[in-house]
């Protein structure tokens, strides 16, 4: 017999915590098919945007946008890892 007081919630079944992240979905994404990984990209550019901005939308997929700690870890030496906008 179901419990009275039991509610449905949504559950992302990638995380232990059942909790979505961009993160997660992002490495089931590159984990899947060759086909979903293709069909997301290529449906990129069927987006109305400026070229320049889907072109670091591209970037970003493919996990080519270097960050402060990428560029530190490549030896390219910085006054600081903080953000420059946030400090």
Known sequence: ???QDSRDRVVWLVEEG???SVKSAYEVLQKSTPSVYSLAMDSLWDIKALPNALALAWRILKGKVSTR????R????????MCPLCN
């Open 18 to 20: 059942g909790n979505y």
């Open 69 to 72: 700690m990428d560029l530190i």
């Open 74 to 81: 490549r030896g390219i030496i910085l006054p600081s890892t």
């Open 1 to 3: 017999m179901p419990q």
